[in-house]
Structure formats: structure tokens, C-alpha cells
């Protein structure tokens, strides 16, 4: 079987680098076959449970099956990734909604494979959650109205979700201030008062609550229930160069995600043995969902809140062209 390969990538940069910059370098090399015969791809992330599907896939010997070597390389966001897909560093990567329409929105040569999670519709099951001090005075949403929250990416998918959801429930959310901060520093910053809520992600999420923290929102099922809410994508030039890897990968993908969906207890159990995640922490963390849906109207939801909330300029023309192709 594959052996699972992981590093962390430090360092990418902005998502929106100069469009010249990344064109120069843009990875469309022909792939490479290890010893075996398999094609050698890098997977680029985040160390959310969102990932754990991709060290299922490859320990359950799907990857493999489609004649794939995966490699999985961690960054601190979703836009991070963008660019090391761009210059070929990683054949494919993850980010989230807001992050991939905004570099397509940029002209960025990017193309999405396939769907990678969606937030649950039930509030206490959401996979990210808004928490708060127990002695903070807020206890319900509208408390949080010209607060300061955390997010991992300024001007993203938090903003989106949350102030979406503010919007929902009649909240001003216009006053509301962000800070930029990783998913593993949050909780500390919540505790030093730093700001006055973080929106965290699984595994992060559970230890925070078991520190005492209130979940106050899930703003992803409140605002976007069932809807995908991130995808994998890949480089034009890769995808021309290698449509057969291309496929390979998105119908690996379609079968990792329906293993994960109905097994959630390897889920938790690969999320420790390759991520390192708490054993504690994995059993009580909620999981999202894995779904094999394209779902355009989610990007088209997306799309219509992030230009209303100043996060993107426009919206796509043609959102069933943003999908790579595969005969």
C-alpha cells in the first residue's frame, strides 16, 4: 500500500500573487511514475478534519487503485495553497469557495476537480463553530454585533458564513472587526482577550469547547446548511497536460469521499494516526459532510454573498466552466 507522505508548507504568501509570477513558473510538467508505476501527485491542504479523507483514501489503497501516489502537504489556509497549485509545486489543492472565486475571479489559470466538504444543517453538528469566553456577558448572536473575531483568512469563507448568518437573523453585521489568526493560536488568543470570538474548525473546535469556551454559532449550517463549501482544484496547464491524472483523481475522490461519508470512525481513527490529532479530541469532534456533489448553486450562493459583502468584485459568468473537464 502507499505509504502516506506529509510535510507542512510554510510561507506561500498572499493568494492573489502577481499573475505574471505564477504564470512563470506554472507547474505542467508531465507527471512522474515511482517504481511501482503509479503517478506521483501532491495534495495540498489544511490540517483540518476536512483533510482526513485524503490519509483515508491512501490507507485504504483507493489512490492506489486509480494508479495515484498521493503526497499531502499542509499550509495555515485554504489561499495559501492556491498558489503553490499555480506554480506546480502541488498537482492539486484544497480552499475553500471564497478562495477559489476569488482567484478565478482574478483570471488565475485555476480549474475545479471535485467537491471536498459541506457544513452539516444542524447546528450542534457543524464541523466549525463561533466561540466565546463563558465570561464574556455575550450569550446570544446579537451580542457579538462590533465585535472582534478571529478568522484564519481575512476578507474569506469565515466572513461569508458569518456575516451571511448575521443577516439571517436580522444582526447588524456591518461593525464587526476581524483578526486574522491560525486555527491551533485561537484559543489562546480568546483566553488572553485578545478578541472576542473566534470562528474555529475541526480539531480545533472540540478542545476549545473542553476548555470551557461557548459555542455561541455555527454560522456554516446556519448559512449555508448542506452546501460545499470547499473543492480540490488543479492548474489549467496541469489539467491539459494530464487529463488522464486529472480523472484518475476526481474518481478517487467520488469513491474516498463516499468511504469517508459512511465510515466515520476511520475517519476519526486515520485523523489520528496521520494527523496527530488527540485520540480524546477525535472521537468527540464533529465531522462535516464528504459529498460528490459539484453543487453550482452553493458557488453560485457563494458568489451573490461574497460581492454583496465587498469580499469579491463580481461574480462569474459561467460557473459550470470553472470545472475541469474530463471525457
Known amino acids: 500500500m502507499t505509504t502516506t507522505r506529509t510535510r507542512r508548507t510554510t510561507g506561500l504568501g498572499a493568494l492573489l500573487l502577481g499573475a505574471t509570477t505564477l504564470l512563470t513558473a506554472c507547474g505542467g510538467a508531465a507527471s512522474q511514475e515511482n517504481a511501482e508505476g503509479l503517478t506521483e501527485v501532491s495534495v495540498g491542504t489544511i490540517p483540518a478534519v476536512l483533510s482526513a479523507p485524503l490519509f483515508l483514501g491512501i490507507e485504504e489503497g483507493i489512490f492506489e487503485e486509480h494508479g495515484l501516489d498521493l503526497e499531502v502537504n499542509f499550509a495555515d489556509g485554504g489561499a495559501a495553497v492556491i498558489p503553490s497549485v499555480l ?29 471536498s466538504w459541506a457544513p452539516h444543517a444542524e447546528f450542534e453538528d457543524d464541523d466549525h463553530g463561533i466561540l466565546v469566553r463563558p465570561d464574556s456577558g455575550i450569550d446570544e448572536p446579537s451580542g457579538l454585533a462590533g465585535k472582534n473575531i478571529a478568522v484564519n483568512t481575512l476578507q474569506n469563507i469565515g466572513e461569508v458564513h458569518i456575516r451571511k448568518a448575521f443577516e439571517d437573523l436580522g444582526i447588524d453585521h456591518e461593525g464587526l472587526q476581524w483578526t486574522q489568526l491560525p486555527f491551533p493560536d485561537m484559543a489562546e488568543a480568546l483566553e488572553r482577550g485578545d478578541v472576542d470570538a473566534i470562528w474555529v474548525s475541526e480539531p480545533f473546535r472540540t478542545p476549545a469547547m473542553n476548555q470551557g469556551y461557548e459555542l455561541l454559532m455555527s454560522a456554516g449550517a446556519q448559512a449555508f446548511p448542506e452546501q460545499v463549501g470547499g473543492y480540490y482544484s488543479t492548474s489549467e496547464q496541469y489539467a491539459a497536460q494530464n487529463p488522464d491524472v486529472v480523472k484518475a483523481f ?14 466515520p470512525d ?7 494516526e496521520e494527523m496527530g490529532i488527540d485520540e480524546d479530541v477525535a472521537e468527540r469532534m464533529t465531522l462535516p459532510l464528504f459529498p460528490n456533489d459539484d453543487d453550482v448553486e452553493a458557488l453560485q450562493s457563494y458568489a451573490e454573498y461574497a460581492v454583496r459583502f465587498g469580499i469579491l468584485s463580481k461574480a462569474p459568468e459561467d460557473f459550470e466552466a470553472l470545472f475541469a473537464t474530463q471525457d
Open 266 to 272: 476511520l475517519v476519526r481513527q486515520v485523523a489520528v
Open 87 to 115: 506554480s506546480g509545486e502541488n498537482q492539486f489543492g484544497y480552499s475553500n469557495t471564497v478562495s477559489q472565486l476569488a482567484a478565478l475571479g482574478e483570471g488565475l489559470p485555476l480549474e475545479i476537480v471535485h467537491s
Open 250 to 263: 476526481k474518481e478517487a475522490m467520488v469513491e474516498v469521499n463516499d468511504f469517508a461519508e459512511h465510515n
